[in-house]
């Protein structure tokens, strides 16, 4: 069974930074394509930033210029550095890998940004 599993969320205070990562059981270039999202509460899942095998990257206007997101091949690893984080930043955030026509997703870590 495919897994991805993230870890990293934790409660911290605006504008400090936070890695998050999501580790694959398996080589991460098998995947087509591998994405963060963020669920706040009561509202809808959205994108945060993708990256694709080729390496191509996107990002959510929202977080251009303050995260980053980037992964380690050695280590079959996805990250996602928020750095400036702000209140509005709280989520759920989840990771996603394109495999085929399926969509594998890890079970999600909370970001809680307070003062």
């Known amino acids: 069974q495919i897994r991805l599993v993230e870890s990293g969320g934790a409660l911290v205070q605006p504008v400090e930074s936070l890695r998050l990562s999501c580790a694959a059981s398996i080589n991460i270039l098998s995947f087509k394509a591998m994405a963060w999202y963020r669920q706040a509460p009561g509202q809808q899942r959205e994108l945060v930033a993708r990256i694709t095998a080729g390496g191509s990257i996107d990002y959510a206007d929202y977080v251009k210029g303050r995260f980053t997101i980037s992964r380690d091949m050695a280590k079959d690893t996805m990250y996602l550095q928020m750095n400036n984080q702000m209140p509005d930043d709280t989520a759920v955030y989840s990771c996603?890998?394109?495999?085929?026509?399926?969509?594998?997703w890890g079970q999600g870590t909370q970001v809680t940004v307070s003062s």
């Open positions: 996603v890998a394109a495999l085929g026509s399926h969509a594998v």
